[in-house]
């Protein structure tokens, strides 16, 4: 469990491990958007079903997170922080829960838009809406920009994070890597 100073061994496996599936998610992502469509061959379209299907992991993965971060105590931010540098960080963390779920709904709705079904390792899921061309050229876009998003996020809070730990000598890091609680 977490307490008010510290991230417990559950919240540090989530993060990272999340840390890790989002942003291969990002990379698949973008190297399998820019294959060419001439043909759709097939390495295209394998990793298009390995991107759809650990997406689908991630939204798993997110609803537990936000189980646990809903049930658990929220670790303060170091004391001398100025007060914009709080709001700050507090806010990036909420649009990451926001993109944990934005990104692969988006991504499942673009599917079920193209009637194109999704599966989470051999088990079909259900389409969430209609076959409709324009929504889906509309969810592909999307889809894209919050991953856009993501990856500008990334960069905000990795570099802080480097920041609190090289220049600041804080235990901003320290309390989240694996190890630290256990
Ligand atoms: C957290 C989970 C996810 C992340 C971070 C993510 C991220 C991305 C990114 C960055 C792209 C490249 C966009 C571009 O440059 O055009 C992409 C493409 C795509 N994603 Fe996801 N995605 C996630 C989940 C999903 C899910 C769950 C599905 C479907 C069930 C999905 C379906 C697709 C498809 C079909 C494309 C290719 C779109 C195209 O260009 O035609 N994604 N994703
Ligand atoms: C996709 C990548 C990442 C996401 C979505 C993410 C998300 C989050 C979220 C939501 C929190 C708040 C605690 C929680 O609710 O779990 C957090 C805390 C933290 N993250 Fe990340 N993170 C990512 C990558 C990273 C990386 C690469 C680093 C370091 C280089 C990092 C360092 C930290 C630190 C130090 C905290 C603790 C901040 C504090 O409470 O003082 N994160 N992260």
């Known amino acids: 469990m977490n307490t008010e100073q510290d991230y417990g061994t559950v919240?540090?496996?989530l993060h990272w491990l999340m840390a890790v599936l989002l942003v291969a998610l990002t990379v698949l992502g973008?190297?399998?958007s820019g294959l060419p469509d001439v043909g759709f061959d097939k390495i295209k379209l394998t990793l298009i079903v390995y991107h759809k299907e650990y997406g689908i992991l991630a939204l798993g993965l997110a609803l537990l997170r936000l189980a646990w971060r809903?049930?658990?105590?929220?670790p303060a931010?170091?004391?001398?922080?100025?007060?914009?540098?709080?709001?700050?960080?507090?806010?990036?963390?909420?649009?990451?829960?926001?993109?944990m779920f934005a990104l692969p709904i988006s991504g499942w709705l673009m599917s079920s838009a193209?009637?194109?079904?999704?599966y989470f390792f051999g088990f079909r899921l259900p389409d969430l809406i209609p076959h409709n061309e324009y929504r889906f050229q509309l969810l592909v876009?999307?889809?894209k920009w919050l991953g856009y998003a993501l990856i500008g996020f990334i960069l905000l809070h990795a570099g802080a994070a480097l920041r609190h730990h090289f220049i600041s000598r804080d235990n901003t890091l320290k309390k989240i890597l694996p190890g630290s609680r256990l």
């Not at 193209?114 to 999704?118: G, Y």
């Open 77 to 99: 931010l170091v004391k001398e922080l100025p007060d914009w540098q709080k709001v700050t960080a507090r806010f990036v963390h909420l649009c990451f829960y926001a993109l």
């Open 11 to 13: 919240a540090i496996l």
């Open 114 to 118: 193209a009637s194109i079904p999704v």
């Open 141 to 143: 876009e999307v889809h």
């Open 70 to 74: 809903v049930g658990n105590a929220l």
């Open 30 to 32: 973008v190297y399998m």
